[in-house]
Nanobody, 125 residues
Framework: VQLQASGGGLVQDGDSLRLSCAAS????????MGWFRQAPGKERDFVAT????????YYADSVKGRFTISRDNAKNTLYLQMNNLKPEDTAVYYC???????????????????WGQGTQVTVSS
């Protein structure tokens, strides 16, 4: 029962990265998947969420238009394509999993049950 995030790194302002989160131990398609991030000294913030078959996505305002969340249920993998990265995107990025969400709770970290270990994204100016 694991979520393994990868793909982070050190990039420059305006660059792109794609994060991946490999899931195992549960039926991937039965879970809503999300990305959160935490900068040093700050709380863990919502980034994006995608529902079971990818038909519905939600984004934080700060990443809307730059980040794209997607999933491949055949590969049990979640993705976060991050374009036009900015220094304020620097954080540890976590993938998370939950059986269900609704419009009132999708952005709350407490709504997610299972968490990956995080991958560091650093954007230099």
């Amino acid at each position: 029962v694991q979520l393994q995030a990868s793909g982070g790194g050190l990039v420059q302002d305006g660059d792109s990265l794609r994060l991946s989160c490999a899931a195992s131990g549960r039926t991937f398609s039965m879970y809503v998947m999300g990305w959160f991030r935490q900068a040093p000294g700050k709380e863990r913030d919502f980034v994006a969420t995608i529902t079971y078959n990818g038909d519905t996505t939600y984004y934080a305002d700060s990443v809307k238009g730059r980040f794209t969340i997607s999933r491949d249920n055949a590969k049990n993998t979640l993705y976060l394509q991050m374009n036009n990265l900015k220094p304020e995107d620097t954080a540890v990025y976590y993938c998370a999993q939950t059986p269900t969400i609704d419009h009132s709770n999708y952005a709350r970290s407490s709504s997610y049950i299972y968490w990956g270990q995080g991958t560091q994204v650093t954007v230099s100016s």
